[in-house]
Nanobody, 124 residues
Framework: QVQLVESGGGLVQAGGSLRLSCVAS????????MGWFRQAPGKEREFVAA????????YYADSVKGRFTVSKDNAKNTMYLQMNTLKPEDTAVYYC?????????????????WGQGTQVTISS
């Protein structure tokens, strides 16, 4: 089992920034990829960004490219999502996830392990 705990959500104005954190514990060696997803009210969950834990390769949804940056700190077993130039349409619950299969995350918006989610609200 892998446990994931997110933090860092909040309320900011459009154009502002937030940084989310996700701390992983447990059998983290069983997962190669960690990622961020979001779900807005009335919408399906969507992939946001992912990172290959060992090599650091990063992957992004088109909607956040150039504005969001995913990174990691191996020593702290922590993944980050730096979100800049935030827009009202970025408002959602953001979830941290982990899986051994990148395609499952990017193409199916699915993962083996999930955090509890953190609310991000962008005011216009």
């Amino acid at each position: 089992q892998v446990q994931l705990v997110e933090s860092g959500g909040g309320l900011v104005q459009a154009g502002g920034s937030l940084r989310l954190s996700c701390v992983a514990s447990g059998r983290t060696f069983s997962t190669s990829f960690m990622g961020w997803f979001r779900q807005a009210p009335g919408k399906e969950r969507e992939f946001v960004a992912a990172i290959w834990w060992f090599f650091g390769n990063t992957y992004y949804a088109d909607s956040v490219k150039g504005r969001f940056t995913v990174s990691k700190d191996n020593a702290k077993n922590t993944m980050y999502l730096q979100m800049n130039t935030l827009k009202p349409e970025d408002t959602a619950v953001y979830y941290c996830a982990a899986d051994e299969n990148l395609g499952r995350m990017t193409q199916k918006s699915s993962a083996a392990y999930w955090g509890q989610g953190t609310q991000v609200t962008i005011s216009s």
